[in-house]
């Protein structure tokens, strides 16, 4: 048996189950998070190349090799499964209170399985076959009964597969670079290639337009999805180009793109969060934000710069759950996100309505959220590093914009309706149910942005196995 094999297939095999058993409103989400709750358990704990105990000379093989392409588990891989499989089960677990669609469960169960294999497949590039496979199946994902396929699921599709090619053709590249080693410019276009398909996985502008999109006319827990399980994958998959080819690397342009590229998704995502009134809208320019903290981080091109991103990247993935959960029931309460239509509901959901607010604050860093230490890590790098400082000023400036959002938009949803009765009392009677669920969510983002040292530590020690990032 190999270990590929084991975490690809058995996310495969379990989504055709889960749709038949899509019904079992409160069966299907806990098959569906034991799943990914049991590949992230095995993604830590497994032994790889080593006998068994119970089983004798029995042992699990480290790759596995289908029509000639090889599939290959390493360190990195690991930590990174561990992450998108743990999210995944959160995320799983959230469906009752959100109710994100028939296809969430059997379909998001699909793509961890395929995301696992683009983060397998030997050499790294055909992971872009993989992640194509993903994109085409988020796109039942972001749909719902209502509309099975909305815009920005199509957009989404058109600028994943837009990217692809240019990944695909940096492999060719590199074949003809070691053939003609001599010959400098292979490489040099490989690079150009490989940083434009990167460009376009992580939405930076101007290819950004499909974020605010998919936030606002996706179920709200099915964005959360993609924001957070689906770009996770690409940016392992960048840390494992850095670390694995010097060519790339060890090349102090490439830290100074990502530095552009991450100041430019901070400054564009705070000038365009400034003016909204939607609280999908609103978060979608929040994740360019978030986007541009790791780019940043990455950009830094040390240790340290890799374990702000990794931070960053789990905190993204709790706040985007409490938005998720809350803004799906506030919009089914009022049939929309917008503000004006929200008004009010805070006093009738007060629980799902923090869970929004805390989820969008935390998910830009602000402080006492989960989302500051990793934020703040960041400014202290980026003033206290020889590069440009303007960079930290961006960030604060996107920060501060979605702060304002935040504040504009609690205000109206504390705003009574003219001759609406006090609620107060029938809110948390109606919604007992649910007050542990929001309860520990919000806790959690509270009290890790109080005492990050009982997580932090441990993504530090996990960051090491990208030792080699840095010109």
Same mark, same amino acid.
């Given at each position: 048996m190999?270990?590929?094999?084991f975490?690809?297939s058995?996310?495969l ?6 749709y =038949?058993l ?6 299907a989400?806990?098959?569906?998070a ?19 105990g ?5 042992s ?12 290959v588990?390493?360190p990195?891989d690991r930590? +990174?499964l561990t992450?998108?499989f743990a999210?995944a089960?959160?995320?799983?677990? +959230?469906t009752?209170?959100?109710e994100p669609?028939r296809?969430?469960?059997p379909a998001g169960t699909?793509?961890?399985g395929l995301?696992a294999?683009a ?6 590039l055909f992971a872009?076959?993989?992640?194509e496979l ?5 796109v039942?994902i972001l749909?719902?009964e ?6 920005g699921a ?6 994943m #597969? ?14 003809a ?5 001599e010959d400098t410019?292979?490489?040099l276009?490989?690079t150009i ?7 376009i996985l992580?939405a930076?502008v101007?290819?950004h337009?499909?974020l605010?999109? =998919?936030a %606002? ?8 999805f993609?924001?957070t399980?689906m770009?996770l994958?690409?940016?392992?998959l960048?840390?494992n180009?850095l670390?694995t080819?010097d060519?790339?690397?060890?090349n ?6 990502l530095?552009? +590229?991450g ?9 365009f969060a400034?003016?909204?009134r939607n609280f999908g809208r609103?978060?979608?320019y929040?994740?360019?934000v978030?986007?541009?903290a790791?780019l940043?981080?990455?950009?830094l ?6 374990e702000v991103?990794?931070? #960053?990247?789990?905190?993204?993935g709790l706040a985007?759950?409490m938005?998720g959960?809350?803004?799906?029931q506030?919009?089914?309460a ?6 004006d239509?929200?008004r009010?509901?805070?006093r ?5 309505a923090?869970?929004?607010? $805390?989820g ?5 860093? =602000?402080?006492?959220?989960?989302g500051?230490p990793?934020?703040w890590?960041l400014?202290?790098?980026?003033t206290? #590093? ?7 000023l961006?960030?604060?400036?996107g ?9 504009r938009?609690?205000? +109206? ?10 609620p107060?009392? %029938?809110?948390?009677?109606?919604h007992?149910?649910?007050?542990v669920?929001y309860?520990?969510? $919000?806790?959690?983002?509270?009290v890790l ?5 009982w997580l932090?530590? #441990? ?5 090491f196995v990208f030792?080699?990032?840095g010109p």
């Amino acid at each position: 048996m190999s270990a590929p094999f084991f975490f690809i297939s058995l996310p495969l095999l379990a989504a055709p189950f889960l749709y =038949v058993l899509r019904h079992r409103r409160r069966l299907a989400p806990v098959l569906a998070a034991s799943v990914p709750a049991l590949l992230a358990l095995l993604a830590l704990i497994l032994p790889v190349n080593q006998p068994i105990g119970l089983l004798g000379n029995v042992s699990i093989s480290d790759s596995l090799t289908v029509l000639g392409r090889v599939f290959v588990i390493e360190p990195a891989d690991r930590l +990174a499964l561990t992450l998108l499989f743990a999210q995944a089960a959160l995320l799983f677990l +959230a469906t009752p209170l959100a109710e994100p669609g028939r296809f969430y469960l059997p379909a998001g169960t699909a793509v961890l399985g395929l995301l696992a294999a683009a983060l397998f497949v030997r050499p790294f590039l055909f992971a872009a076959l993989f992640l194509e496979l993903a994109a085409a199946f988020v796109v039942l994902i972001l749909g719902d009964e209502s509309r099975p396929v909305t815009r920005g699921a199509l957009r989404f599709l058109v600028f994943m #597969t837009l990217g692809m090619p240019f990944i695909l053709l940096t492999g060719w590249l590199l074949d003809a670079s070691a053939a003609s080693p001599e010959d400098t410019s292979f490489v040099l276009k490989a690079t150009i290639l490989l940083g434009i398909g990167f460009v376009i996985l992580f939405a930076v502008v101007p290819f950004h337009s499909w974020l605010p999109v =998919v936030a %606002e006319h996706a179920p709200p827990l099915s964005a959360a999805f993609v924001f957070t399980v689906m770009h996770l994958p690409a940016m392992f998959l960048l840390l494992n180009f850095l670390n694995t080819y010097d060519w790339l690397g060890q090349n102090p342009a490439v830290y100074q793109a990502l530095t552009l +590229a991450g100041g430019g998704m901070a400054f564009v995502g705070a000038v365009f969060a400034f003016g909204q009134r939607n609280f999908g809208r609103s978060v979608g320019y929040a994740m360019m934000v978030d986007i541009g903290a790791t780019l940043l981080a990455v950009g830094l091109g040390t240790p340290a710069g890799v374990e702000v991103a990794l931070v #960053t990247l789990v905190m993204r993935g709790l706040a985007l759950l409490m938005w998720g959960v809350g803004l799906s029931q506030l919009r089914r309460a009022a049939g929309s996100d917008d503000f004006d239509s929200l008004r009010g509901l805070a006093r009738r959901y007060p629980l799902p309505a923090a869970a929004v607010v $805390l989820g969008m604050l935390s998910l830009v860093g =602000v402080p006492v959220t989960a989302g500051f230490p990793g934020r703040w890590a960041l400014l202290n790098l980026l003033t206290h #590093t020889q590069r440009d400082p303007r960079a930290a000023l961006l960030l604060l400036l996107g920060m501060a914009s979605v702060t304002f959002v935040c504040v504009r938009g609690l205000a +109206a949803l504390f705003t009574p309706r003219e001759g609406e009765p006090e609620p107060w009392a %029938e809110a948390f009677s109606a919604h007992r149910a649910s007050i542990v669920v929001y309860g520990a969510g $919000l806790a959690t983002l509270l009290v890790l942005g109080a005492f990050p040292q009982w997580l932090l530590p #441990t993504i530090a020690r996990a960051a090491f196995v990208f030792a080699r990032i840095g010109p």
